[in-house]
């Protein structure tokens, strides 16, 4: 027999709570429609030696299930711009056959209705037309499966959450927040009272798995009060990811009269921008009786940005190591991999980002140092020059890495080696283009600023010779933000007069240094130092050769010491 049931075991919320009652050596049966839960929780790390999964649609009369204890009911279409019969299929109905079923378990302690903070407390039908089908359907399903439970004596909790932050969340709040990274919130809808609640998935999920052992009867608003008002919560996501805020808003009653495509918000979000406070006195006392603590609400904030950077809101998949926002130099910085103990630091060229060197770094025996380059990729501008931004960055390093440039990084790179060669075990350049022939002008119209910023990834690839990958469609989403394009675009003109420079300094280097091109990409200056060509290659080996870049970076000319 199975302790729980989850029904829509594969939303944002229901696979959370999976993996928490798994791996509290509970055994779950997972209700879904389609199975793309268990390849999410192998993905996790999470034990499936307790699952189950049992095929259902909750639309239907609810029969043949195995017999549990618990049944929560995480099913839901959350979505605007449903239908009112689509919206109410799952939402009513699929909520209402759940109370049905539950009601026949001979052993059922306790059926778990995850509802939303803004149901409605009043009787009657909803206005669809007024609130939009999901709210509707949402207050309708809350006092139908109250009534219904009532009805039948069905032990029901009801838990109501605000907007529930993690991975993996991109709608909603999301929105807003992907328009404020990509420069598209000139305004902020609401006022300056406007308060938009959220909780964390993680205590969320905990939350749930506590309330079978609890008495019935009781119904939870579960949400973090301290929650700032959106333009500060806005306002501290903008400064955490370095972009600009909006300093003007739009009150909801205005956007509701103006057209759609002139505020560019779905008439459905703005039912949630008001300044409503909530009960949570009840939820606040049950978690402090079984021990939650609520995560400190700004730091989950700024980690939920970090994370919805990394996927870029859910059009892909983030690199496997630790990622997100650090202030380096003045600057929020985008950094990637080990900022203390990293076997390579990994410095990328134009004009991409720190992704450049995922397809190397899954070849190297270390952790590795990855980051977007000041005002370039996801890092905003530092005021710091170069030269002081990689030195701050390398200040948390307790290791003595071997240090790797690509093409235009290599000035920055040589001239933090040559100034500290006791924190580096070896130096490694990759297409250093102040020794390689200048690009020819047809190449340098093409990465012109108002180009760049409209280049498609495929025309992006071929521009660079490189397939069209990952890593090209991550620099594609960057260029395309404020300021990114016109930067790379400074940064290559800038470049002419710097080769002199750069070529003196490699006299003045004592640290190991290692050259690497790839042979149709050729040094056409000869230095004297130790030199890998890897054969096919051009300006770009990380994305067409890494496992014989990263082979070349495992040499032992090249290899990191300890502290």
Known sequence: ????????????????????????????????????????LTSQGVDLSRLGIVTVDITRPLADLPDVRDVYNAAGRFAFGLSERDARSVNVTG???????????????????????????????????ELGAYEASKSEADLAVRAR??????????????????????IGLATLVEDLWHGRLPALPGSSDTFLPVTTIDYFVRFLAEIPASPAGEHYWVLDDDTPLLPELIGAMAAHMGVRAPRRTLPVGLLRRLPRRLTGADPETLSFLSADRYPTASADAFAAGVG???????????????????????????????????????????????????????????????????????HLPGPVLAPDLPGLGRSAPSPEPIDVWLADLMGPVRTRPVLVA????????????????????????????????????????????????????????????????????????????????????????GHTVQRREWRALLDRVTVPVQIVVGSTDPLTEPVDLPMAEIAGAGHYPQLTHPTQLAAHLRSPAAAPTGA
């Open 292 to 362: 939650l603590e609520k995560p400190p609400v700004t730091q989950a904030l700024r980690t939920w940005a970090d994370d919805l950077v990394a996927a870029r809101f859910g059009s892909a998949s983030p690199w496997r190591s630790p990622y997100g926002f650090h202030t380096v130099a003045g600057a929020p910085t985008w950094v990637t991999g080990d900022r203390e103990h990293p076997s390579h630091v990994l410095l990328h060229g134009l004009p991409m980002n720190g992704d450049l060197w995922k397809p190397v770094a899954a």
């Open 95 to 129: 909520a209402l056959h759940v109370v049905e079923w539950a009601a026949t378990l001979p052993r059922l302690r306790r059926l778990v209705h995850i509802s939303g903070y803004r149901v409605s407390a009043a009787d009657g039908h909803p206005d669809y037309a």
């Open 406 to 493: 690509h093409s235009l990084a290599c000035g920055a790179a040589l001239r933090f080696a040559a100034d500290h060669p006791d924190r580096l075990s070896g130096l490694v350049l990759v297409s250093p283009a102040f020794l390689q022939a200048p690009a020819p002008r047809r190449a340098r119209s093409a990465l012109a600023a108002p180009i760049l910023r409209r280049m498609p990834p495929p025309r992006l690839a071929r521009t660079l010779g490189v397939p069209d990958g990952p890593e090209v469609r991550s620099a594609t989403a960057d260029l395309r933000r404020p300021g990114v394009a016109r930067r790379v675009t400074a940064s290559l003109r």
């Open 1 to 40: 027999m199975d302790d729980a049931i989850v029904f829509g075991a594969t939303g944002f919320i229901g696979r959370s709570l999976v993996a928490e009652l798994l791996a509290r050596g509970q055994r779950v049966a997972a209700a879904v429609r389609n199975d793309t839960l268990t390849p999410w």
């Open 149 to 170: 439970a009532e009805e039948l004596s069905v032990p029901l909790t009801v838990a109501n959450p605000s907007t529930v932050i993690g991975p993996g969340q991109y």
